[in-house]
Structures are given as structure tokens and as C-alpha cells.
């Protein structure tokens, strides 16, 4: 099932969204954070952030609202069951807060075939971006695999 | 943790909860991340797979806190993970990070997730800057 090399550079279209603070206390939750600068304000504000810091995994749940990021699998014919996240890198450039309307553009970086074929691997790059500045930058790898495959 | 303790060599560690069918469906909410190979296990048997496993961005997520426990957050400056286990349903895993380097005002880290049988299922870097 080899994925169609053309992609490589293919970009999405920029796509904006805001951290929102109810959401951003249900993620807490959900990774076990009790750290109260990521679910109070007042205690954010103490610490000296304008409002509650967006946590370092976070940048990745807002890209995956991203509209077209469902259409891009489905778009190259994969199965979302048949994909492993290989790997995900951030870099940071400055901090984001609740409330901030941040951007997200998606580039493919690279296609590569493992295994034989078995495997295939497909990397991008998102550039997130706040007022025009990058703020971070995102890479992450997605394998697609045969499930029936010996895992 | 203060910069004085850090030193090459010095190592962090988190207990992460068990990850029940219940986390993997809060953080499926919570990341948005609706891959039914996370929480739908009839979805999962459809396609060969056995049961549901946890969602890899969640124990990124675990090594993130123990990242922001012991660094102020704006202080990461990367941070970089290999998935390289599947992390089954209903596992304990222990987030570590080791100093590997203290130089030019970074600290450099290695990253590992483990399960208690040993296996590693997240391995990665990160580089914080230091006051």
C-alpha cells in the first residue's frame, strides 16, 4: 500500500483555533495534572502567566481539530486503524495562554518505506503560528501498517 | 528541582496512573483524538487488532508533566519522542528523565517510558533552558 510520493510538499491550508480554558481543564484532567497553574487562573496569574499556559503536548490536540486532517488520511485511501504514531518532536519559540487565537499550517516533510514496503512512514511539519510570529514548530510521523501484519 | 541539582546523571521520575478504558476515553475527549483503535475494541477486532491501546500522545503527555514538574514550562525549549512500544490497555507505565549535559545555560535530557515488564515504549529528548 504504498503512499503516493507526491504529497511531499503539499501543504494544508492554514487552519486558526483557540485553546480554550474549559478545554484545557478537561485536558488536566485527562493526563492526571494537578498542577493548579493548569486549571486556575488565579493561580496561573500567581505564577506569573496572563492566563492558563497551554501544556507542552497540548499544540498537537489543537492541530488535530483541524478540519483537514481527517481528509488527508481518508484522502490517501488509509484506514485510520492501520496508523501508528511513530514519533512527535515541539520546539518551543514562546509560550502559549488560553484564549489566544493560534494558526496551524501542516506541511508533508517526507514519505518513506520500511520494512520492505511493509511499513510506510509519512512526516510533517506544522508551524504554529500566533500574530504572524511562529510560536512553535511540530513534527510528527505517522506509520502506516498492515493490522493483520505480525505486530 | 533547582539548577544546582541538576547535574549529568541525575534522574527524574513520575508514577504514572493505570491507564483504564476510562483514561483512554477522558483523553480521547479531552486530546480530540478520536482513533476508535483507542476506544472501540469492536473496531479494533474488525481489523485484526485484539483490544484497544492507549493513545502514545498520552504518555507524551505523562513525560510533559514530569517535564513542567520540575521546569517552569516556558523554560522547554524541545521536546521529542519515538513511539516504540504499543502500551496495551490497562498498564502502569514510569516516566523518567536522565541529565544527560548541563552546558551553556541547557539542560539536556533523555526521556524513556516504561512498563513494569521492562519494555520501553516511549523514548525521546528534551532541552531546557536553565536560569
Redesign the interface.
Do not use: K
Given at each position: 500500500m504504498p503512499v503516493d510520493r507526491s504529497i511531499i510538499g503539499s501543504r494544508t491550508p492554514a487552519f486558526s483555533t483557540v485553546a480554550e480554558r474549559g478545554r484545557l481543564r478537561f485536558f488536566a484532567q485527562a493526563t492526571g495534572q494537578t498542577d493548579p497553574v493548569y486549571t486556575d487562573v488565579a493561580a496561573a496569574a500567581e505564577a506569573g502567566h496572563p492566563d492558563l499556559p497551554v501544556p507542552p503536548t497540548f499544540l498537537f490536540c489543537l492541530e488535530m481539530d483541524n478540519p483537514a486532517r481527517g481528509s488527508f488520511l481518508s484522502d490517501l485511501g488509509i484506514d485510520v486503524r492501520t496508523i501508528l504514531h511513530g514519533g512527535q518532536s515541539f520546539r518551543y519559540h514562546a509560550p502559549a495562554y488560553a484564549g489566544e487565537t493560534l494558526t496551524f499550517w501542516t506541511e508533508v516533510a517526507d514519505v518513506q518505506s520500511k520494512k520492505g514496503g511493509a511499513l510506510e512512514l509519512i512526516v510533517r511539519d506544522t508551524h504554529v503560528e500566533r500574530d504572524g510570529a511562529e510560536i512553535a514548530t511540530l513534527t510528527g510521523t505517522i506509520v502506516v501498517r498492515d493490522p493483520r501484519a505480525g505486530r | 528541582m533547582i539548577a544546582a541539582d541538576l547535574a549529568p546523571g541525575a534522574v527524574l521520575s513520575l508514577e504514572?496512573?493505570t491507564i483504564t478504558r476510562t483514561?483512554l476515553a477522558?483523553?480521547a475527549?479531552?486530546?480530540?483524538?478520536h482513533?476508535?483503535?483507542h476506544i472501540d475494541i469492536d473496531?479494533?477486532r474488525?481489523?485484526?487488532?485484539d483490544d484497544v491501546f492507549a493513545?502514545?500522545?498520552?504518555s507524551?503527555?505523562?513525560l510533559?508533566?514530569l517535564?513542567?514538574?520540575s521546569f517552569p514550562?516556558?523554560s522547554?525549549?524541545?521536546?521529542?519522542?519515538?513511539?516504540t512500544a504499543?502500551t496495551p490497555v490497562n498498564a502502569s507505565p514510569t516516566c523518567h528523565a536522565t541529565v544527560t549535559d548541563v552546558e551553556d545555560g541547557h539542560a539536556h535530557l533523555d526521556l524513556s517510558v516504561q512498563l513494569p515488564d521492562g519494555t520501553e515504549t516511549l523514548r525521546g529528548r528534551a532541552v531546557v533552558s536553565l536560569p
Open positions: - | 504514572c496512573p483514561a477522558l483523553y475527549g479531552a486530546s480530540g483524538d482513533n476508535p483503535v473496531a479494533c474488525a481489523v485484526g487488532i493513545h502514545g500522545m498520552l507524551m503527555a505523562y510533559g508533566r517535564l513542567t514538574d514550562q516556558q522547554v525549549r524541545s521536546f521529542e519522542v519515538r513511539f504499543i
